[in-house]
């Protein structure tokens, strides 16, 4: 279903400086980030939140990612912790959001919070993203640019095919080079605890932060990870090293099993950056394709693997009544 969208406009200067209007009256602007596509609004806009939620149909429980364009700016919003700074020295512009508490004078709209006291934040360092911010000149709520608990949008057509006219205006940059979300991580007593796995891998930051913790038990501290979620259509059957004759296959590394109906290599070469970068659209391209199971050949669990895995388990999990 590739309907061009009349929304749907090439990221040059012109069309950037229309979405940064856009985005300072009030409206919805889709935008590349180095991770995936994100779906904007200002940030201290109670209407212009709300209305990401209404787009995406995303439960209210759910709190979205501030864009913002350096650390400088994050400082008005939030309180970092001298971990924090560090992390984001080493990281930002890049695929990295901290959770950090809400600055008493804390201008953001409550709804990007979505009732906890604590704002996730990152620095994108795609430069169409920020270029925007820099036209726009206000924080902006980004959640990434799918239907809730669809599959992650990686070029503009997948934005457009979620949403269709629902957005002002879809800024098309191009796949996006990281394919996968930012790894979120927040702090409990000085210490950085890891609430989705993500492009930034757990050794890169263990680098700076030593063992990431992980969030206490049955607290949902980042309520985006439901169990279900990143979900095609399609059954997906996981850890696969055979194919039933009317399977898609969804592949890695050169060693593929024969007979599957349809095949896509998220990287014959076995690299995991490049599986990343093609899992959504894969995914997407295999969901199109026919209504049968999706059957995945095992990915390593190091380095971004676990990011991949993660978005895998919740997209074979049982799906959550809509
Ligand atoms: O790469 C990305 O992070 C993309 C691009 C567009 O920036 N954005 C993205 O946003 O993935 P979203 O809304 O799809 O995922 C945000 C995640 C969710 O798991 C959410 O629960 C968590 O971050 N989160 C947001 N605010 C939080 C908070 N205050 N505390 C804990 N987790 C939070
Ligand atoms: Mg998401």
């Keep these: 279903m590739d309907l061009l969208a009349e929304n749907l406009a090439r990221a040059d200067a012109a069309q950037i400086a229309r979405a940064a209007e856009i985005l300072r009256r009030g409206g919805l602007v889709a935008f590349p980030t180095e991770t995936v596509y994100g779906v904007g609004a200002d940030a201290t806009n109670d209407k212009a939140v709300a209305g ?26 939030v309180d970092f912790n001298p971990l924090a700074l560090q992390l984001a020295e080493a990281f930002w512009p890049g695929p990295l959001t901290l959770v950090l508490p809400r600055k008493g004078d804390c201008r953001l709209s409550l709804l990007v919070s979505a009732g906890l006291d604590t704002v996730a934040i990152r620095v994108p360092a795609h430069p169409i993203a920020q270029q925007l911010l820099a036209a726009a000149d206000i924080p902006v709520a980004a959640p990434s640019a799918n239907r809730s608990g669809h599959v992650s949008a990686t070029t503009a057509a997948h934005v457009a095919h979620d949403f269709g006219s629902r957005l002002d205006l879809i800024l098309d940059g191009g796949p996006t080079a990281r394919g996968l979300e930012s790894t979120v991580i927040g702090f409990e007593y000085g210490k950085a605890v890891l609430h989705r796995p993500g492009v930034i891998s757990r050794q890169e930051l263990g680098r700076i932060a030593g063992e990431l913790q992980t969030p206490a038990q049955g607290h949902i501290s980042s309520p985006g990870q439901l169990t279900s979620h990143y979900a095609p259509r399609a059954a997906l059957r996981l850890k696969a090293t055979s194919v039933e004759p009317d399977e898609m296959l969804l592949a890695f590394g050169a060693d593929v099993p024969q007979g599957a109906a349809m095949v896509r290599n998220l990287s014959p070469a076995g690299d995991l950056v490049e599986a990343a970068a093609n899992l959504f659209a894969m995914l997407r391209d295999l969901d199109a394709a026919r209504g049968g199971c999706i059957a995945v050949m095992p990915i390593p669990d190091r380095g971004l693997g676990e990011a991949i895995n993660d978005r895998l388990r919740r997209a074979a999990a049982p799906r959550e009544p809509a």
Aim: zero cysteines.
């Design 52 to 77: 990401i939620f209404a787009a995406k149909g995303r439960p209210h429980f759910n709190p979205l990612i501030v864009h913002v364009r350096g650390v400088e700016q994050a400082s008005t919003l």
